[in-house]
């Protein structure tokens, strides 16, 4: 293929995403956990369990509005299961910075929880750029066998 037949493929691969993303059929989401869990009962977590029901917060200022889930991290060793949690951008728009909505959502395990701590990935070193929230004490440790 010549270089100018390459470029027009990416001008046009470029000239499709935009009208999608214009026309409001696709998005750009980033991937990075931008939003906290808890479980919604915690007396329901079992060695055996593979779902966990959980209640889920943006952490930004957001209007109130946690919004859709739309990512999910995670990570699997034999101390802990680690959950990170994604949420869709908001508009552009200022957001005043009222405590957010709780939402609810089922996440599915790859594994049994088994003899693991389960731990919220906002609450890691490498997420926490803000500094330290109150829901981030204990290590951001949800449940501990």
Known sequence: MSVSGARIKILAAGLLLGTLLAAGCA???????????????????????????????????????????TGTHVAYSAEDITIGLVVEELDGQAQTCQSNETVPYTIKLDEPVGNRSLTDASCTEAEQEQGTTPACEHDGIRWAP
């Open 27 to 69: 998005r750009l989401t980033p991937d990075k956990v931008n939003a906290q869990w808890s479980l919604m009962d915690s007396s329901a977590v079992t060695e055996e369990s593979t779902s966990l029901d959980l209640g889920v917060m943006r952490i930004a200022c957001g209007s109130g509005i946690t919004g859709e889930i």
